[in-house]
């Protein structure tokens, strides 16, 4: 019986209009170009500035792009996975809604929570179905507002964060590509070293949680660096022993986009030329769990089917991991 693993079959995207340049940052934030691109080697990111628009409004377009893209009937799609830190409104899911917008009526639908690792962990999951037999069409949608959490006062947040969402599909393959290994972590050490204080179940939100800004995103930018370096650079070294995989044997490496340094230290480790690393940080920060999806869309258009790719990715909790995953198709220049 032929093994069925889980391929991606096609990718979409949605990036708000507006830029917020690191020019822009020096009129509102004790800052400077040089010194924000120097240590994260971001120049822009995108900001969802339209009143009453949430991450489903960018969630929806993404997907409506991948859907427009591979002529897929939504209505074919079992299940919609929406990895956010960032949901619409507390208790109510958003990627039902998403689902429903989208005219998937007949997928069930959830959102997965893991910081910046979310859409890596879909990833597994969305796999695990595919694998299984049961599911033959499963949505991944990764998107985040993080302008909606951060303090625009905080130098050390606001220059780091932006706005955007990716979309890939997950079908069957019978040809040994698609999902390959995982290696997934996480340690509870890391909550309190980058997290949200406030609006939870143990401190609800009054008026003193929103006067002391405890509704914002706050970090320990050193401490987080220097987990997110080791954990991202272990985890892509790891599954490249276990897979018996060279450098040379490694087409592209696909990194969280949280900061150049930690990309840099990732691919080092994994001996690989900057050729093969998917950068796109300078343009839009980091759009936490977009960060993937949204490179598999810029870089599209040069992956080659049998393309060995190497996701990682590093989030808040502290959530990591690496994924081994086979291209499944040649793109035509549709970009």
Not at 95 to 122: K, M, P, R
Request: glycine share 8%; hydrophobic share 40%.
């Amino acid at each position: 019986m032929t093994k069925l693993t889980a391929a991606i079959t096609g990718v979409g995207k949605y990036l708000p209009e507006y830029v917020l340049s690191n020019h822009i940052l020096e009129t509102m934030v004790d800052t400077n170009d040089e010194w924000i691109t120097s240590r994260t080697g971001i120049k822009e990111r995108r900001i969802l500035k339209e009143e009453g628009k949430g991450t489903s409004y960018m969630a929806i377009k993404a997907a409506q792009d991948l859907l427009k893209k591979t002529g897929v009937d939504p209505k074919e799609i079992d299940a919609v996975i929406m990895a956010t830190a960032t949901a619409d409104m507390p208790v109510a899911s958003t990627g039902v809604f998403v689902a429903t917008e989208i005219g998937a009526t007949n997928a069930f639908a959830y959102d997965l929570q893991a910081a910046c690792s979310s859409f890596l962990f879909g990833m597994s999951t969305a796999a695990a179905y595919i694998e299984s037999g049961r599911y033959k069409k499963v949505l991944l949608i990764g998107a985040d507002k993080m302008s909606s959490i951060i303090d625009y006062e905080d130098r050390a947040t606001c220059i780091i964060f932006g706005d955007g969402a990716g979309a890939v599909l997950f079908e069957p393959n019978t040809e040994g590509l698609g999902f390959q290994d995982e290696v997934l972590k996480s340690d509870g050490v890391g909550r309190e070293f980058l997290k949200i204080e406030a609006g939870g179940s143990i401190l609800p939100p009054s008026e003193e949680t929103v006067k002391n800004k405890q509704h914002f995103v706050h970090q320990d930018g050193k401490t987080v660096f220097k987990y997110a370096v080791s954990g991202m650079a272990d985890v892509s070294e790891q599954i490249m022993q276990r897979n018996n995989l060279s450098y040379d044997d490694v087409q592209w490496l696909v990194p969280h986009q949280a900061n150049r340094r930690i990309i840099d230290a990732t691919a080092h480790r994994m001996k690989l030329d900057e050729a093969k690393v998917m950068i796109n940080i300078d343009k839009y920060g980091n759009t936490t769990s977009a960060t993937l999806p949204l490179l598999l869309n810029d870089f599209e258009h040069l992956l080659k089917k049998g393309d060995n790719l190497i996701f990682a990715s590093f989030g808040g909790g502290f959530t990591w991991g690496a994924i081994y995953l086979k291209w499944a198709y040649n793109t035509p220049n549709n970009n």
